[in-house]
């Protein structure tokens, strides 16, 4: 076998699969924020071209604020989505700082005389299917992203490695440049320099050195910046026109560009893949030039000269500018030639109140890019628990209500439980773990496809597939599966450590299961055992299979199942996107006595605006 196909043999292994799974949480966090970040990108980048769009091109400061903060805005999107991957979203504290048992809240449900039987407001449903229909597709979409999570993440790291290593090699280059063909300048030169640093205001002398391995007038360093001015224009150069020059360099040690600098180039190397980066840090630079024009001339008072002296260096300029370095030649020579022969030599101040309006918009505008609010989607939801009319609890639902209210969110707990099928798995501390159980009759499989079939009703599928959508109306009808064979769901656990770290799920004979050498096969299992276990299989927080988990555990042939998720639904403790999922999931197997719950999620307002969307959404799921 070639090198290539041994590779490809140990990427796709299950040991491969576990060993990943072991950083599932970080790799998923980080893909998502990923995923995420192509419309929060998009969206920064529209409302910063709208803002500078409204601004003269003689407004260079305010420009180049909002497209910092712009920039800066695109990499916090990024981390507070990361940092939103990895929490739960708690119920929020009442008036005296407490929080309200979520038992409380299913016993109220239970114990309610009242009536929220209204009239079903034509108006009233149809935003509630449309929000629905919102919450499907995406809900839909989800699990196949997350399918891809691991490889973009990995692509997303090979691309990152390559721009680091570049980067490291021009930091490197820099420091070199410092200490590698230099010279002190002139005596006139060093009290020019300082006297143009004392009219810039700077508070600190500034290092300028000759060096014959530039061409261009530039600044290197971060912290401690140093002017490099090629040894060529110190002879060859008219002193007036370099000084000029001069005065252009020290304008961005004054404004501190060369930290801005290296913001910049982490973002380009974090967002490599994003156009809109490039298209921001591209205004950042041009407008960071026209900046520090401006201030150069401001001092100079001479802008044909300064023009001449800009051609002049072009001319002679033999190699692109680093990323890293603050060089006299940045960004686009004919534009900033433009600017310069539009502005006057008195430079007016930038106004504050439309400078700080504009930046105060952009600021929020990101923030809701990067913690992708749902507040749009809330907005029509609020009236749809009303539009449910309560039905009576059964046995399922007053099961559902003794459950525990605070669950262990430990998997080694779960795996030491007293259950037999948890003492068996319990067992295997390190290795594979097979099980099967039966599955409904309406369900059905084929390779790792599960599938809930109705004729009248959805058509849910959930594994490496997912759709869910309406009959007739479905994102991929019922012959898109066929041909779909009843048997039962058999799950396999992947375990290190004694705790669990990669599920997988499918409906299909035992005999199609494949099974490595060490692989422990615990055979056929009670399906109440089964559903029990991996609903609080999907309670850890650091379990990273768990929303596939449910369409097991809800697809089993059990009575206790719908119970199972209902707690998973008004359970805190639990994540965000496994409650949407539960509650989706209770509306697709159709269990009506879930409405007196789901209708309570729906309307408190302490829940996460997703979780009352789903369980509003699943109440139009039941069967009336």
Known sequence: MTFAGLVMQGLFSPQFSIQLSSAQPYVEAAGWALVHFLWQGVLVAAVARLVLSALPASRARMRYGIACVAMISMLAS???????????????????????????????????????????????????????????????????????????????????LALSLRLAGEWRLTRLMRTTGVMPM?????????????????????????????????????????????????????????????????????RRDPLMNAVQAIVETLFFYHPATWWITRIV??????????????????????????????????????????????????????????????????????????????????????????????????????????????????????????????TERLLTDTSALSARIAETRNGVVHFSFPAKPEACGRDSLLVLRADDRNVAAVGSRVDIGRSRKAVHNWTAVSPCAEAPINVTLGIIAGRVVNARSRIAAPALMPKARGERDLGMVSAADASSYLTGLARTKEFGSAVEMLAAAALARSESAPASLLALVGDSNVATRVRVRAALWVGQIGAPSASALLSKIAEDLRAPARVREAAAGALTSLPQ
């Not at 114990?111 to 079903?120: C, V």
């Not at 005596?187 to 009219?199: S, T």
């Not at 500034?206 to 290197?220: C, E, F, I, N």
């Not at 002296?309 to 960004?331: I, K």
């Open 186 to 254: 002139p005596q006139e030169w060093e009290q020019r320099v300082q006297a143009l640093a004392q009219r810039l205001s700077l508070t600190r002398p500034v290092l300028a050195l000759q060096s014959v391995t530039v061409d261009v007038p530039m600044v290197v360093g971060i912290l401690s910046p140093v002017v490099l001015v090629p040894a060529s224009l110190v002879l060859g150069l008219p002193h007036h026109y370099l000084e000029l020059l001069m005065t252009h360099e020290l304008a961005h040690i004054r």
């Open 285 to 410: 630079r041009e407008e960071r030039e026209r900046c520090c024009d401006e201030l150069t001339i401001a001092v100079g008072k001479d802008v044909q000269g300064y023009v001449r002296a800009l051609l002049f260096v072009e001319e002679h300029r033999t190699g692109p500018v680093m990323l890293l370095a603050s060089a006299v030649s940045g960004g686009s020579l004919l534009r900033r030639v433009e600017h310069l022969l539009r502005v006057a030599p008195a430079r007016r101040a930038c106004d504050v109140v439309p400078g700080a309006l504009a930046l105060s918009l952009v600021t929020i505008l990101a923030v809701i890019a990067a913690t992708g609010s749902t507040a749009a989607l809330a907005a029509p939801m609020q009236a749809a628990p009303n539009a449910i009319a309560q039905r009576p609890l059964t046995s399922a639902s007053r099961l559902a209500l003794s459950l525990p209210t605070e669950p262990d969110t430990s």
């Open 78 to 160: 990024a981390l507070v989505t990361a940092a939103r991957s990895f929490g739960t979203e708690p119920f929020a504290p009442d008036a005296t700082g407490s929080v309200a048992p979520i038992s409380s809240l299913y016993h109220d449900a239970a114990g309610s005389t009242g009536s929220l039987t209204i009239s079903l407001e034509s108006g009233a449903l149809r935003a509630r299917e449309s929000v629905w229909t919102a919450v499907v597709l995406w809900e839909t979409m989800r699990p196949r992203v997350e399918i891809l999570l691991p490889w973009i993440v990995l692509g997303w790291c090979a691309g990152v």
